[in-house]
């Protein structure tokens, strides 16, 4: 079984839609998780950072993270085509190393 | 706004042949990895470096991969010689690597690579 474990896909919905997009873990000792976007052909970047538990919001995008549940998720609120990419979560037990899921494709219809 | 920059973007080459990947870290990130993603999966962690020593490289195909960050600067990523399971995408990545609450990686466009 792998560390992290993401559905990887593909996701499709229609335009101005909520997106939900969710990761499990197996390891207590993640502190740090973060969610990457990463369009096709390019490197991956950084959407969302939090620290143990709790949610963060930032314009469109909420991550909650429940660490009794071992469960972290990404919402998008109002998704638009340009949403359409691959969502990667990562997490860390603050040993300076990601360790990631296998990403989740997501598809925003117009 | 400070990026990691790598190239080429692109490199195809034949089964055998030597290829070279370079990286330079956003200025001041004293932590930079090197990954390989493959299709529809998530990076796969090669080598991990702190200043110019390697910190991790347990994932690192010794037989046929080699990096070197000499001055703790601009790295390099070698495979020598290419097999048809190398083509991936090989990610460059930095961070300050001075505190674990800002363990956020910073990556590069990749340089996508393609084995004839």
């Known amino acids: 079984q792998k560390e992290v474990e993401q559905d990887p896909g593909p996701l499709s919905v229609p335009e101005g839609a909520i997106v939900s997009l969710n990761c499990t873990y197996s390891n207590s000792a993640f502190q740090y998780f973060m969610w990457y976007r990463q369009y096709s052909r390019k490197g991956p970047e950084l959407l969302m950072y939090?620290?143990s538990s709790g949610n963060k919001e930032d314009g469109r995008f909420t991550a909650q993270v429940d660490k009794s549940s071992k469960y972290i998720s990404l919402f998008i609120r109002d998704s638009q085509p340009s949403d359409s990419a691959t969502y990667l979560c990562a997490m860390s037990g603050g040993n300076y190393q990601l360790i990631w899921g296998a990403g989740t494709k997501l598809i925003i219809k117009p | 706004e400070a990026e990691v920059a790598q190239s080429p973007r692109y490199k195809i080459t034949e089964k055998s042949q030597a290829v070279a990947f370079w990286c330079d870290p956003i200025?001041?990130?004293?932590?930079l990895y090197w990954y390989r993603q493959i299709l529809g999966q998530g990076p796969e962690l090669l080598v991990q470096f702190q200043d110019e020593s390697v910190v991790d490289d347990s994932q690192l195909p010794k037989d046929r991969f080699s990096a070197e960050r000499l001055k703790g600067v601009d790295s390099t990523l070698k495979i020598q010689p290419a097999e048809l399971g190398d083509s991936a995408m090989y990610l460059c990545a930095s961070t300050t690597g001075t505190s674990a609450r800002s363990d956020t990686q910073y990556f590069g466009p990749g340089t996508r690579l393609t084995v004839l």
């Open positions: 939090t620290y």
């Open positions: 200025s001041g990130h004293a932590t």
